[in-house]
């Protein structure tokens, strides 16, 4: 999606899905009083309460897709489909041979040469700047295929020797400035073209203006995490959204939504999150109230270690308990809460489009031409959006 218009058209019919169906994903299941769409909805609710956990496990995803789904969920799903239907953005035709590129595990290795097939033909300068670059596999990778100087910015400062190392080895001319961006925002040199493969949350935002503010010519930028910011709600930033839009922020659990689907999960990643949830509940059943998570070591082992791991950090007493009976009681309701979570589904991917939709227009509204698209397939990666922007040529002014 490329057109000024489209992107806008885009944005609010979004805005427009979301507002009205707000009752459904808004509330979670759980937190707070009873979930309002159940009364409207009283057979889709007693469709989802009858479902055992085998059918949970097996249908999560694609219940909107059963021949007996309840209309209103499949229409819905329908709806969700039709609204963020978007093209795989156009790239190199060949696959990219990036076997020169060592030590990229092999996941990530799909994804960098996914992004890269697109981003080749979009670099502007023969200057990277790569945003939040760990150990700079993207851009280490994009030099090797095109020959350009790296700039890399990366907090920790181990990953930034290692891309170093590795830039050394494959002689890539790569410059690893060790910085967190979020407290001290880098200047980036004024030629660069920015590149950004899944940076966090507001650190995507931070790339975007810096971007804009620096004076760079092009960007191509793959955000995630969009919860993970310090203001935990996103406000429109577009002139447009702050105007037009109905919803006009979105809170944490919102945000928390729009990446909450994972498609490629390991037996132990399924585990660990399985334990999340059963831990989490029948620990709050224990001791009222919410409570810091924990390492995801903490949710290897039994609940009794579970419990001591929490009630220690939190300064917590635990009553006696029959752990059988708090686990089985637990597993139930989370089982309830993940059957009623499952009328959130359709809304994850709008308001992932919605966010990225607002980022692209407030680069139109800046003086960018910008793209929107999927730089991947879902089986390499569900944070497949890319946004790829130009800064138009404009009359010299004072950058807003
Ligand atoms: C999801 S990883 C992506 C790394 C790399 N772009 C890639 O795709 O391989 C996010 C990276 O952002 C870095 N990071 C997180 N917060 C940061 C901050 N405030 N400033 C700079 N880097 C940060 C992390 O250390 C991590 O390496």
């Given at each position: 999606m490329a057109k000024s218009s489209e992107i806008a058209a885009r944005f609010l019919a979004i805005d427009a899905f979301l507002h009205s169906n707000r009752y459904f994903w808004q509330p979670r299941p759980f937190h707070g009083d009873p979930l309002p769409w159940t009364e409207r909805a009283p057979d889709l609710a007693q469709w989802l309460r009858s479902k055992p956990q085998e059918w949970m496990d097996e249908n999560e995803d694609k219940a909107p897709l059963l021949a007996d789904c309840p209309a209103i969920l499949s229409e819905l799903h329908r709806q969700s489909q039709t609204l963020c239907a978007l093209p795989l953005l156009r790239g190199v035709e060949q696959p990219l041979d990036l076997r020169l590129t060592r030590g990229i595990p092999g996941r990530k290795l799909s994804q960098i040469q996914a992004f890269a097939q697109v981003a080749l033909p979009r670099l502007r300068t023969p200057v990277l700047a790569d945003w939040c670059a760990g150990k700079a596999h993207l851009s280490r990778s994009l030099a090797k295929l095109s020959g350009a100087q790296v700039h890399s910015y990366e907090r920790d400062a181990a990953l930034c020797a290692q891309a170093e190392t590795l830039a050394r080895a494959q002689r890539v001319d790569l410059q690893a400035h060790v910085v967190d961006v979020s407290t001290h925002t880098p200047t980036v040199p004024s030629t660069a073209t920015l590149v950004g493969l899944h940076a966090c949350g507001e650190l995507s935002d931070i790339a975007l203006s810096t971007a804009h503010s620096d004076g760079i010519p092009a960007l191509i930028l793959a955000p995630c995490c969009h919860h993970k910011r310090r203001s935990r709600r996103y406000v429109a930033r577009s002139a447009l959204g702050q105007r037009e839009s109905q919803l006009g922020a979105l809170e944490e659990s919102a945000l928390r939504l729009s990446t909450a689907r994972v498609v490629i999960a390991t037996r132990r990643m399924q585990r660990i999150r399985a334990n999340k949830m059963l831990y989490r509940a029948a620990y709050r059943s224990l001791v009222p109230g919410t409570f810091r998570s924990g390492p995801e070591s903490w949710f290897t082992g039994s609940f009794k270690a579970f419990c001591a791991h929490i009630s220690e950090r939190e300064g917590h007493t635990l009553p006696a308990f029959d752990t059988e009976q708090v686990l089985t009681q637990a597993r139930a309701e989370v089982l309830l809460a993940r059957a009623m979570g499952?009328?959130?589904?359709?809304f994850r991917r709008p308001i992932e489009l919605w966010l990225n939709l607002d980022r692209a227009l407030r680069l139109e509204e800046q003086g960018w031409s910008v793209e929107i698209g999927r730089f991947c397939l879902d089986s390499v990666s569900p944070r497949d959006l890319l946004i790829a922007a130009t800064r138009n040529a404009q009359p010299d002014g004072p950058l807003r």
């Open positions: 499952m009328v959130r589904t359709p």
